[in-house]
């Protein structure tokens, strides 16, 4: 092990004083990042039991998977809306039934072994209907939270591609910490939120020479899931949604670090920017959160200074705050909007595609 690699092991270790390790409360990386920038220096980083056990058991895929879970048939996938810690042995599932008498779609999410996986074992919870009336499909991940559908089926038959839409296009949602909290419809806001975003990107046309989306997640600071370069298919794009890492664990949000991302490392040559393609941002704000303040009590990150780096590095900002408008500070961060027009309010997280066609004008118009 070189010198770099003596430093990155000290540091990541230094950070918690305790092994983690791999049940489903506790088993995170320290630092993710880390880890990857470990794994480039020292590609037998997940062999050293030490480090894979301590500083990167998710990046090194010892974790148990984190998974949707319902036991009961569901038309609606988003009302399957809870989640599970499967065991180390085990595979998120997704049942799907189409009916052929109706045409209607039916779901059921969960851990599956192995061997069910591989088509042992199955059996299937779909009610008493004769089989012949129903396409049963079957399919496990080994992701978390990667058994939500993710075929153009489910998003509405009104989805249309924008031709003329072409954007550099970053995405930052509030990774609210929602555990102990349930005052919105619907309970859990993920499965609303990712149904949501998966509509939104069947809405564009993502590739090279079209639209390409890059995803932070923002609490105490602003998390890159994706750079715009990372993902340039619509499919490859719902697969990464269907996956996003929440970790809901903050209830407080820095405006000032999301100003920051924008206005210096969001629309980077690194991160697959394209100068001659116009920026468009997007930020997701539960009502909920606590924003950061001065000494003063002033909300950090919502001045004209703020405001005005925000619109150098874009000059098309949309917010969208979900819940009342005038229940939180955090709604201040509306100031970094591009103008009145592009703040959008809804109720909760089941409210959200109600705005879909709204917020995909105000992105390529």
């Not at 949604?241 to 949000?253: A, C, E, S, T, Y």
């Not at 201040?332 to 917020?359: C, W």
Request: proline fraction near 4%.
């Amino acid at each position: 092990m070189d010198w770099m690699n003596l430093v990155w092991t000290y540091s990541l270790l230094c950070v918690v004083p305790v092994v983690l390790g791999v049940d489903g409360d506790t088993c995170r990386d320290i630092d993710t990042q880390a880890c990857v920038l470990m794994a480039q220096r020292n590609p037998a980083l997940c062999q050293d039991q030490v480090l894979r056990q301590t500083a990167c058991p998710k990046f090194c895929n010892i974790c148990p998977l984190e998974c949707y879970h319902c036991d009961v048939s569901v038309r609606d996938y988003v009302n399957c809306n809870m989640t599970t810690i499967c065991d180390l042995n085990q595979q998120c599932m997704l049942q799907k039934m189409h009916s052929s008498q109706d045409g209607h779609d039916e779901y059921v999410m969960g851990c599956a072994s192995l061997q069910l996986c591989d088509g042992g074992g199955l059996t299937l919870t779909f009610g008493r209907r004769e089989l012949q009336e129903r396409n049963v499909e079957v399919t496990c991940c080994n992701t978390d939270r990667c058994n939500l559908p993710t075929e153009s089926s489910t998003v509405p038959t009104t989805t249309k591609h924008i031709p003329s839409c072409v954007r550099d296009i970053v995405l930052i949602v509030e990774d609210y910490n929602e555990k102990n909290d349930h005052t919105h419809t619907g309970g859990y806001s993920t499965p609303y939120l990712v149904a949501f975003l998966k509509e939104l990107v069947s809405s564009l046309t993502i590739g090279l020479s079209e639209s390409l989306v890059e995803l932070s997640l923002a609490d105490s600071d602003v998390h890159s899931i994706w750079s715009l370069a990372d993902h340039t298919t619509n499919d490859s794009l719902l697969t990464a949604i269907n996956g996003i890492p929440f970790r809901h664990q903050k209830d407080n949000l820095d405006i000032s670090g999301i100003v920051n991302y924008v206005s210096r490392d969001a629309f980077s040559i690194r991160s697959g920017d394209r100068p001659s393609v116009p920026n468009t941002v997007v930020i997701f704000v539960d009502h909920r959160a606590r924003p950061s303040t001065s000494r003063t009590g002033q909300v950090n990150g919502v001045d004209y200074g703020a405001q005005h780096n925000v619109h150098l590095a874009s000059g098309n900002v949309i917010i969208i705050n979900i819940g009342p408008p005038d229940h939180s500070d955090v709604t201040k961060i509306s100031v970094l909007a591009t103008d009145a027009s592009h703040v959008l309010t809804v109720a909760d997280y089941a409210a959200l595609s109600g705005i879909k066609e709204t917020l995909v004008n105000l992105i390529c118009n």
